[in-house]
């Protein structure tokens, strides 16, 4: 069973920074388009950062929000069968739940828990 576990939320202060870890079991992040996603209170998921998969499922690079180009990387470690996202120079904006998942994942309404982001002072 695929699964997706995320951690490393927490409660900062703007310009702060996070790391945000998400780890994989029953699948290889290697293999995946892994992304991650954030939620906030009203708002529809959006997908923040992501890795790409090209047609012959190869390495195709990284793709970011323009809300958070500059600011967030998404990192894997394979060994480990995780994935990363640091955040850097966080936003009140950026407070949300926030989610690594996989596109097929997400359109089928497959998701984690989550972990809570909250940037206030």
């Known amino acids: 069973q695929v699964q997706f576990v995320e951690s490393g939320g927490g409660l900062v202060q703007p310009g702060e920074s996070l790391r945000l870890s998400c780890v994989a079991s029953g699948t290889l992040v290697s293999l995946l388009a892994m992304g991650w996603y954030r939620q906030a209170p009203g708002n529809q998921r959006e997908l923040v950062a992501t890795f790409i998969r090209d047609s012959l499922f190869k390495d195709g690079g990284t793709n970011y929000a323009d809300s958070v180009k500059g600011r967030f990387t998404i990192s894997r470690d394979n060994a480990k069968n995780m994935v990363y996202l640091q955040m850097n120079s966080l936003k009140p904006e950026d407070t949300a739940v926030y989610y690594c998942?996989?596109?097929?994942?997400?359109?089928?309404?497959?998701w984690g828990p989550g972990t809570q982001v909250t940037v206030s002072s």
């Open positions: 998942n996989t596109p097929l994942r997400s359109q089928s309404g497959i």
